[in-house]
Nanobody, 127 residues
Framework: QVHLVESGGGSVQAGGSLRLSCAAS????????IGWFRQAPGKEREGVAV????????YYSDSVKGRFTVSQDNAKNTVHLQMNSLKPGDAAIYYCAAASCILWVRDPLGQCKYNDWGQGTQVTVSS
């Protein structure tokens, strides 16, 4: 079992920045991707960003590309999501999730099965 804990959420004005963290513990050996997802009122859960834990390749949804950056700190077993130029549409509960998926998958956000999820952290963006 993999345990994930998100942190770093908060309230920020449009144009501001937040840095989310996802700390992983448990059986992390088999994890190949850590993804970030968000759920906003009235919207479906949306894949935001993902990082391959082996090699560090990153993938982003079109809505956040160029504004968000996902990275990992292997020494701390932690993945970060740096969110810049935040918009009101970015407001949501953000979750990190772990997947054991083939490394050559074309779309890790859409194609991989994310079996382990954190509890989420709230991000609020005011205009």
């Amino acid at each position: 079992q993999v345990h994930l804990v998100e942190s770093g959420g908060g309230s920020v004005q449009a144009g501001g920045s937040l840095r989310l963290s996802c700390a992983a513990s448990g059986y992390t050996y088999a994890i190949t991707f850590i993804g970030w997802f968000r759920q906003a009122p009235g919207k479906e859960r949306e894949g935001v960003a993902v990082i391959a834990t082996s090699g560090g390749n990153t993938y982003y949804s079109d809505s956040v590309k160029g504004r968000f950056t996902v990275s990992q700190d292997n020494a701390k077993n932690t993945v970060h999501l740096q969110m810049n130029s935040l918009k009101p549409g970015d407001a949501a509960i953000y979750y990190c999730a772990a997947a054991s998926c083939i490394l050559w998958v074309r779309d890790p956000l859409g194609q991989c099965k994310y079996n382990d999820w954190g509890q989420g952290t709230q991000v609020t963006v005011s205009s």
